[in-house]
């Protein structure tokens, strides 16, 4: 049976969402299984909350060096070696007998991440044409939405069922059927072939004011959300059993917020980045001003969820629009800013906590989210500015070319250009 080109580029499209779903479950499940991991290896409640930090940290020193040294690798070659990688080292990870080879095993996995999340949005996108390419990036960051509202609770449910070690093997299960996938279906092409290999309206300003505001987008989100629990028990004065139900409400609106960014960054691509920020933003203040009522602190954990799923979305899709250089390098350094953001976010509010109260992480997290709206709003002034450099530039090579060609002609010697007999 041969597949038609459409049918094979959503199947490659829905393996690498389905890849997004693994890694990003694989990345946090270490935090519901927790207890029975330090139990069972004879190791320290906060050893096992290492597993989770370093693996972030390789992502941030990994990513730009990485892709760098597999830029000449096509892409499905590439993708494939990632999730083999991605499949053995979780493997390790089910039959580790000790934290040292649990350790070895998640670095080997956040190794796989750092490249597999520079190369996933250019490959994803160079699979459709450039004026499908926000929604394309929704489907593709569905997979991440999709984990933090089922995975990663089915991932420690599971593990509480039965063994920490089963999450992990069927996570390689996982795995092997995104490799399958990709291995049948994504197209070998040369890493610089295809519109989405290059940024559309390539401007390194632009660029780097992006990697700025994802920053401190992400940190602000991060100060805030890492400390959402303790925020809604003794703030809003919920039940500690209500917080599953709630964080379920703000996943789910998240998965709104997925679709919703990437139909606007086809459409209105400013819109689509500003205004998941402001809603951010507000939904952090409004926390911190009427999260005392519980109607209001459901409302803005919910708008919160949008907000950042409309984020993630919008921002990948910009940056390979303005990527100074290749779209792949152009990722690893959004995703380095990212992960930056969690790691000073988490800190931030950790620090915060202590010394202030719960409160304050809601007031950082929207101060944060404004700093990354004023980042953003340079953004078209350095835009309008270069089209008009640009249109600048054209009038005078127009007015130029005919005084330039006339002063050639009037240097031209007479006859020059005619034939001159063979001797």
Do not use: C
């Not at 997979?143 to 999450?167: K, Y």
């Not at 290059?198 to 004011?209: I, K, Q, T």
């Not at 609106?253 to 980045?273: F, H, K």
């Not at 629009?321 to 990212?338: E, K, L, M, N």
């Amino acid at each position: 049976m041969v597949l038609s080109a459409g049918t094979r580029a959503a199947g490659a499209l829905a393996a690498l969402s389905l890849s997004t779903f693994a890694f990003v479950t694989t990345e946090t499940l270490p935090i519901g299984l927790l207890l029975m991991i330090a139990e069972d290896l004879g190791t320290s409640e906060s050893a096992v909350g290492t597993l989770v930090t370093v693996y972030g940290l390789i992502v941030v020193v990994a990513s730009v060096p990485l892709t760098l040294l597999a830029r000449r690798v096509p892409r499905r070659h590439l993708l494939a070696g990632l999730l083999v990688v991605f499949v053995l080292a979780n493997l390790v990870s089910a039959a580790a007998q000790s934290y040292a080879l649990l350790l070895v095993a998640r670095a080997a996995v956040a190794l796989s991440q750092a490249v597999f999340w520079s190369i996933a949005a250019p490959t994803a996108a160079g699979l459709y044409p450039p004026r499908l390419r926000g929604r394309v990036i929704a489907v593709l960051f569905a997979g991440p939405a999709v984990a933090s509202i089922a995975g990663i609770p089915a991932g420690t449910w599971l593990g509480q069922q039965t063994d920490w070690r089963v999450p992990f093997a069927v996570l390689s299960g996982i795995g092997v059927l995104a490799l399958l996938a990709i291995v049948v279906l994504l197209p070998t092409t040369p890493p610089e072939s295809g519109h989405a290999a290059r940024g559309v309206s390539p401007d390194a300003r632009r660029y780097w004011l992006l990697v700025v505001a994802t920053a401190l987008a992400i940190a602000g989100a991060f100060t805030s959300f890492t400390f959402i629990a303790p925020f809604l028990t003794d703030v809003s004065g919920f039940a500690a059993a209500a917080l599953g139900p709630l964080l379920l409400v703000r996943g789910v609106v998240g998965i709104a917020g997925t679709a919703l960014g990437g139909s606007l960054a086809d459409r209105w691509p400013q819109v689509a980045m500003t205004a998941p920020i402001a809603l951010q933003a507000a939904s952090f203040l409004g926390l911190y001003v009427l999260g005392t009522a519980p109607v209001a602190a459901v409302a803005f954990v919910g708008l919160s969820g949008l907000a950042m799923a409309g984020l993630t979305t919008a921002l990948s899709s910009q940056v390979l629009q303005v990527a100074p250089g290749r779209t792949d390098i152009a990722s690893a350094g959004s995703s380095t800013a990212f992960n930056v953001g969690i790691t000073l976010g988490a800190l931030l509010g950790s620090v915060l906590l202590p010394a202030f109260g719960v409160r304050s992480t809601m007031l950082a997290g929207g101060l944060l989210s404004l700093a990354a709206l004023v980042a953003l709003a340079v953004e078209p002034l350095l835009a309008r500015a270069q089209a008009r450099a640009s249109s600048t530039e054209a009038t005078l090579n127009q007015a130029h070319a005919p005084m330039t060609a006339a002063k050639v002609s009037s240097q031209t010697p007479p006859g020059t250009n005619e034939r001159r007999p063979i001797r």
